[in-house]
């Protein structure tokens, strides 16, 4: 209902650029991290190149000091494995061959936010693994596919479940894609799974971070003694894969690129 409550923004052609300037800073990062995914390396030196990138660039993340069960702190979640989001960077723990990691990154630039994720392996990943993350990504892009004018959040949120279950993997209920623009959080809330024909019309200006969260062997998950990081209930892997759009006119447009 609170999510219901809330306007959902639209954007003008001139904020949607501004939103793809931070989208292009935000697949910068991205890019310069998926380079540090080696063995040895800390999910804190990750942190590091993240914030060198976004400072380059004169922008911020909205992520650090993010309100929750304390202020977040730092400025991407690195998730690795069993970890799902929200994962705090920390110079104890180090990446190993065959992991798979979760990077999530926000940029604030010019009044407007971007968001997006994207999961990959340290090295080679078992077989399991790397589907995992193929379906994850697939996931994505049938979502995205479906953000055109005249459908609805339902068929996008259907059509990123279809992909997902059918290769027999889970969705979390508990975490969600959601509208994105001058706030990280804005309405409207896209589940990762629902009824096409329901939700909000799309109509262009309308801008939303999907986010596909799969997991292996369970829909459940339980979040960390840090209070932050959320993990699989079964310990099972998990994969995340995000990226912020726009309804056009026309085909939908990936803010999160380069």
């Not at 998926?34 to 380059?56: H, Q, S, Y």
């Not at 209920?173 to 706030?183: C, S």
């Not at 960390?224 to 995340?240: F, K, N």
């Not at 759009?245 to 085909?251: R, S």
Request: net charge positive.
């Amino acid at each position: 209902m609170y999510w219901a409550k809330r306007k959902v923004n639209i954007k003008n052609p001139a904020e949607i650029e501004i939103m793809r300037e931070a989208g292009r800073i935000n697949a910068t990062v991205h890019a310069a991290v998926r380079e540090m995914l080696k063995p040895g390396v800390t999910t804190a030196d990750l942190n590091t190149i993240a914030e060198e990138v976004l400072k380059k660039h004169d922008a911020i993340s909205p992520f650090k000091n993010y309100p929750g069960p304390y202020p977040f702190p730092a400025s991407i979640t690195v998730c690795i494995n069993e970890e799902l989001v929200h994962g705090i960077p920390s110079n104890k723990r180090k990446l190993k061959e065959g992991d798979i990691v979760s990077i999530d990154c926000g940029t604030f630039f010019g009044g407007f936010v971007a968001d997006s994720a994207f999961s990959a392996g340290v090295g080679k990943l078992s077989k399991e693994a790397q589907k995992l993350v193929d379906v994850t990504e697939g996931a994505l892009m049938a979502g995205i596919e479906k953000m055109r004018p005249g459908n609805k959040t339902g068929d996008v949120s259907a059509a990123i479940q279809k992909h997902v279950e059918s290769r027999g993997f889970y969705l979390t209920r508990e975490y969600t894609g959601h509208g994105v623009g001058r706030k990280m959080h804005e309405a409207p809330q896209v589940p990762n799974y629902g009824t096409a024909g329901h939700g909000l019309l799309l109509r262009p200006g309308v801008t939303i971070a999907l986010e596909p969260m799969v997991l292996v062997g369970t829909a459940q998950t339980k979040v960390l003694a840090d209070q932050w990081t959320v993990i699989s209930a079964d310990r099972s892997l998990t994969a995340h894969h995000e990226h912020t759009i726009a309804v056009t006119e026309g085909k939908p447009l990936i803010l999160t690129v380069l």
